[in-house]
């Protein structure tokens, strides 16, 4: 008897031509952050999460992610500042940053942008929105909605 017949819904075969990232989530909210996590790695990345703004910039570099997904709503320093501190390293330059945020209006999204973020997307973020940001293609892409 194969795994697939005696619990298929503990199994998951990412497709083999998504690309693999290393993603970082910063999200102060435990169980948003693990949630996060845990579609990420069903989707095959590599992930780590922290809950603040100074340990996501303090493990940029011990970590090099390809992706910061990084609420915006942080206590202390919030996404916008950790963003632009980030944006402001040689390493932070060139990851993708997806805000993660409850707030979606039009000055949310034109600060999001000042701030160097390259996505955003709204909470609570969808299985397929959350696919999508992790399966562009590498390089620059604009700030959209999702």
Not at 109 to 117: D, N, P, S, T
Request: hydrophobic content about 40%.
């Amino acid at each position: 008897m194969s795994a697939w017949s005696s619990d298929p819904l503990l199994r998951y075969d990412p497709p083999k031509t998504v690309p693999r990232h290393r993603i970082l989530v910063v999200d102060d909210h435990p169980p948003m952050a693990i949630a996060f996590a845990r579609l990420i790695q069903v989707l095959g990345h590599e992930v780590r999460v922290t809950h603040d703004g100074t340990t996501a910039l303090a493990c940029l570099d011990n970590y090099q992610p390809d992706i910061v997904l990084l609420d915006i709503g942080l206590p202390g320093m919030n996404g916008y500042e950790v963003a632009r501190r980030l944006r402001a390293t040689e390493r932070g330059s060139r990851v993708r940053l997806v805000a993660l945020t409850g707030y979606g209006d039009d000055d949310d999204v034109a600060r999001a942008r000042g701030a160097g973020f390259d996505l955003f997307l709204v909470k609570p973020v969808s299985f397929s929105s959350l696919s999508a940001v992790l399966e562009m293609p590498s390089g620059v892409t604009p700030l959209e909605e999702h």
